[in-house]
């Protein structure tokens, strides 16, 4: 509850979690909120009064065009708006207003630009309303119109997720998550190290926090320079802070101008749209700078960036669930350029060819030799280049020979 909350406790919650850790504007934010030093937090914090919903929508999308509005979905006529007038229905009338001829009647307005722009205001304040009051802040809203600026028709279908109660919320979203030796890994773009770390017993980032730099390059396996990022983020190192603006977690504002420095020539609407995609409601996002520059940096191109983005910044649990030990990988390859058919390939430069032989049970010298060898069995086995076949077809020659 909040009153179990005391400045006391700030000192406390940078062994909750790895983000908590680090200096940044979300820690920032959360000490003045607890400490209530929160001057500059006040206006925002309060809750939104039901017109200043209706109002803000208004004032964030009236100087859009006409014809940019009329790409809105008309709205339907079986609507009917209990909050638009305190004018009660004629009586002996059984026609029930529609919510257009409400506004129509109310507003003083017939240009159909602006009836649009009502009847989606008045929408917007209705989904956000429970029992004549709502539960949105002031900050909420504003980030809300931020995240869709320029895109009324996205700011009214999705602003039901604004209204999260915490009665609503699952046991799973109630546990308290702690940060894995993978996920404080993964933010600087290192979790290759996280199974020799995991395998000296060092599970969660908080255990790595006792370590020094010489101790995680040892265990970790790690370069000095890799183990020297990594030990400066563990001690929240304030002469590094370029290395801990690395592992901060951005918010909606920095996604966007991130991507924008590295597509100048991309419009704002594409920047928000990735930072769209990229982040929840409130503008958070679970990937770090590192993770969204890297990605930034492979990128092609601004719409390649946007279109990629399920793939190329996989979530932190699809991640952990496709995690495969690079031991296992090593001792494939090994197995395979051990065989005889293996170091063969291998002398030839086609050792990637490996599998495609051992999945014929062609492994020894003999098995080769054996073989009907020839452009339609190689091509049936996997190898598809004419050149690759040719040089394969040369070799056995030779070896035959």
């Known amino acids: 509850m909040k009153k179990d909350l005391d400045s006391a406790i700030t000192d406390r919650m940078e062994s909750w979690d790895a983000d908590l850790k680090v200096d940044g504007p979300h820690k920032d934010r959360l000490k003045k909120l607890i400490s209530g030093d929160n001057e500059d937090l006040d206006q925002i914090y309060g809750l939104a009064d039901l017109s200043v919903l209706r109002d803000r929508f208004l004032s964030t999308y009236q100087h859009l065009e006409q014809n940019y509005i009329q790409t809105v979905p008309p709205p339907q006529p079986s609507l009917t708006m209990s909050r638009a007038s305190s004018e009660p229905p004629r009586s002996g009338s059984s026609h029930i207003p529609t919510r257009v001829e409400l506004l129509r009647a109310t507003s003083g ?5 602006e009836l649009k722009l009502l009847e989606m205001a008045h929408e917007f304040q209705e989904k956000l309303e429970n029992n004549g009051k709502t539960e949105v802040s002031i900050w909420q809203l504003n980030m809300h119109f931020t995240r869709f600026a320029e895109d009324p028709l996205g700011a009214l279908l ?7 109660e915490s009665a609503k919320r699952s046991p799973e979203e109630r546990q308290m998550k702690k940060t894995s030796t993978f996920s404080f890994l993964r933010q600087l773009g290192l979790e290759q190290y996280a199974f020799a770390l995991e395998d000296k017993g060092f599970k969660f980032w908080a255990d790595l926090k006792s370590l020094s730099k010489e101790d995680i390059e040892k265990h970790g396996k790690m370069s000095e320079l890799e183990a020297k990022i990594c030990h400066a983020v563990l001690t929240n190192d304030t002469a590094r802070y370029d290395l801990l603006r690395l592992f901060h977690k951005p918010e909606f504002q920095d996604v966007m101008e991130f991507f924008s420095e590295w597509f100048p020539q991309s419009s704002a609407l594409e920047a928000r749209k990735f930072a769209v995609e990229l982040t929840d409601a409130l503008g958070q996002t679970e990937f770090s700078c ?22 190329g910044l996989v979530t932190l649990k699809k991640a952990e669930m496709s995690r495969k030990r690079p031991e296992e990988k090593l001792a494939v390859e090994e197995n395979q350029t051990t065989s005889w058919v293996g170091g063969w390939l291998e002398s030839i430069g086609l050792q990637t060819y490996t599998c495609k032989f051992t999945e014929q049970a062609i492994e020894t010298r003999e098995d080769l030799l054996g073989a009907p060898i020839d452009h339609g069995t190689l091509q049936e086995m996997g190898v598809q280049k004419i050149g690759d076949r040719c040089k394969i077809m ?4 030779k070896e035959r020979g």
């Open 394 to 397: 040369r070799a056995v020659a």
């Open 158 to 164: 999705h602003c039901s997720a604004l209204c999260n």
């Open 290 to 311: 590192f993770q969204i520059q890297s990605y930034l940096r492979e990128a092609k191109g601004p719409v390649e960036a946007i279109n990629g983005l399920e793939e």
């Open 109 to 113: 307005t017939l240009e159909p630009r």
